[in-house]
């Protein structure tokens, strides 16, 4: 008989379908019209009731398959009135066919430590702004991004009645990355992609001294990472704390898989491990190709500013 699946593989396909499980929800508290937002620290930090039903569902569903990992999501919730109807108990099937790499096939549940941003650019989703919204599932070994799941609930939404919405992208380290086309931005072009609703003189002096041809400026991290990953920005700049490790540990995993690379504006590597702190508090700089050319050229009074 065929060994069973490596344990990451099958967190990976759980964290799939509980993807696409969150997506359904994500849509369907859109659809029913009451959003129910709170304001956490300020009008640009908001939690709907999307975060709260997606982040109980993922947790839990996760949680009771993979009982000794560690699950850490954005929202301050707790899991304990999770009903029935909120578990996900699916797994993608495709991802159990793939070979689990030789590196990480020995995981035991303990090391494994899962970051989840439920909605990712809840600010857009307020704002209507839907195809800015993503859900963010990453795995971390040793303190390492090595695989995630991003899923776009409302991909495809602007093609019309009948279209099919929503996609899951998922990647895994020594794998690679599927359910988009890789694509590479266009030769010779600096176009760069950062923050809509977090910006500040710093951000825009970073972005200036990368003599950019265009600034894109659109909502969530995950998002910013789909816009390396399908070639339509050639670097993702964020000269500015605010960012957390939900919000990059899947889009990491996804961009390294396919050779592209991630740190903070000094050049540090992010650490997932559970005991690290939240906050990404020197910024983010990433891209899928010529990260050099990017790293070389940022003010050293913006490195100044942003303490790791």
């Given at each position: 008989?065929?060994?069973?699946?490596?344990?990451?593989?099958?967190?990976?396909?759980?964290a799939?379908?509980?993807?696409?499980?969150?997506?359904?929800?994500?849509?369907?508290?859109?659809?029913?019209?009451?959003?129910?937002i709170v304001e956490?620290?300020?009008?640009?930090?908001l939690?709907?009731?999307?975060?709260?039903?997606?982040?109980?569902s993922?947790?839990a569903?996760?949680?009771?398959?993979?009982?000794?990992?560690?699950?850490?999501?954005?929202?301050?919730?707790?899991?304990?009135e999770?009903?029935?109807?909120?578990?996900?108990d699916?797994?993608?099937?495709e991802?159990?066919?793939?070979?689990?790499?030789?590196?990480?096939?020995?995981?035991?549940?303990?090391?494994l430590?899962?970051?989840?941003?439920p909605?990712?650019?809840?600010?857009?989703?307020t704002e209507?702004l839907?195809?800015?919204?993503?859900?963010?599932?990453?795995?971390?070994?040793?303190?390492?991004?090595?695989?995630?799941?991003?899923?776009?609930?409302?991909?495809?939404?602007?093609?019309?009645a009948?279209?099919?919405?929503g996609r899951?992208?998922?990647?895994?380290?020594?794998?690679?990355?599927?359910?988009f086309?890789?694509?590479?931005?266009?030769a010779?072009k600096h176009?760069i992609?950062?923050?809509?609703?977090?910006?500040?003189?710093?951000?825009?002096e970073?972005?200036s001294?990368l003599n950019?041809?265009?600034?894109?400026?659109v909502?969530g991290?995950?998002?910013k990472?789909?816009?390396?990953?399908?070639?339509k920005?050639s670097?993702y700049?964020?000269?500015?704390?605010?960012?957390?490790?939900?919000d990059?540990?899947?889009?990491e995993a996804?961009?390294?898989a396919v050779g592209?690379?991630?740190?903070?504006i000094?050049?540090?590597?992010?650490?997932y491990?559970?005991?690290?702190?939240?906050?990404?508090?020197?910024?983010v700089?990433?891209?899928?190709?010529?990260?050099?050319?990017?790293?070389s050229?940022i003010?050293?009074n913006?490195?100044?500013?942003l303490?790791p």
């Open positions: 008989s065929m060994a069973s699946p490596a344990l990451l593989m099958r967190v990976v396909a759980s799939y379908s509980a993807a696409e499980k969150a997506a359904t929800i994500v849509r369907s508290v859109m659809a029913a019209g009451d959003l129910g956490k620290t300020g009008a640009n930090d939690q709907t009731k999307a975060d709260r039903l997606v982040q109980m993922i947790c569903s996760l949680a009771r398959k993979f009982p000794k990992v560690t699950i850490i999501g954005e929202e301050e919730l707790s899991t304990d999770v009903t029935e109807e909120l578990i996900e699916g797994h993608c099937e991802i159990l066919q793939k070979t689990c790499p030789a590196q990480y096939t020995g995981i035991k549940e303990e090391e430590v899962i970051w989840v941003d909605l990712d650019g809840t600010k857009e989703y209507g839907l195809d800015h919204v993503t859900v963010l599932i990453g795995i971390a070994y040793g303190g390492k991004a090595i695989a995630g799941v991003i899923n776009q609930p409302y991909y495809n939404y602007e093609a019309g009948g279209a099919v919405l899951t992208i998922w990647g895994v380290l020594g794998i690679g990355a599927f359910g086309q890789l694509t590479e931005a266009p010779g176009i992609v950062t923050t809509r609703s977090h910006s500040s003189t710093l951000v825009n970073c972005i001294a950019p041809d265009s600034v894109i400026r909502g991290a995950g998002n990472i789909i816009q390396l990953i399908e070639g920005a670097a700049v964020f000269a500015s704390p605010g960012c957390k490790k939900w990059t540990c899947a889009p996804i961009l390294h592209g690379k991630i740190t903070d000094h050049g540090n590597s992010f650490q491990n559970k005991e690290v702190k939240h906050m990404n508090s020197a910024g700089l990433a891209t899928l190709r010529n990260y050099d050319y990017y790293a050229r003010p050293n913006v490195k100044q500013s303490v």
